[in-house]
């Protein structure tokens, strides 16, 4: 059983951006990722996408889906 996720603000996450904290978080569809550890999110950006930021809407024009996600530690929901 997944134990409950804390609930972090835009604003919290918008401090995870790779410059600011040593975390780099993205969130999609309500759940916030670590991807800190992903070679591709060095300094907190992705291509044209920034981390600390709510990806949902972004994620529609990428070239692969959520799942892509799905090996990241999940440490929190957008709240």
Avoid at 47 to 76: C, I, M, N, S
């Amino acid at each position: 059983m997944e134990t409950e996720l804390p609930l972090y603000t835009k604003s919290q996450l918008a401090l995870r951006n790779g410059q600011d904290k040593p975390q780099i978080w993205v969130a999609c569809s309500g759940v916030i990722y670590d991807v800190s550890e992903s070679r591709l999110w060095r300094e907190g950006k992705h291509y044209e996408h920034w981390a600390g930021q709510d990806l949902t809407e972004e994620l529609k024009d990428a070239p692969h889906t959520q799942k892509v996600f799905e090996r990241f530690k999940r440490v929190g929901k957008l709240g």
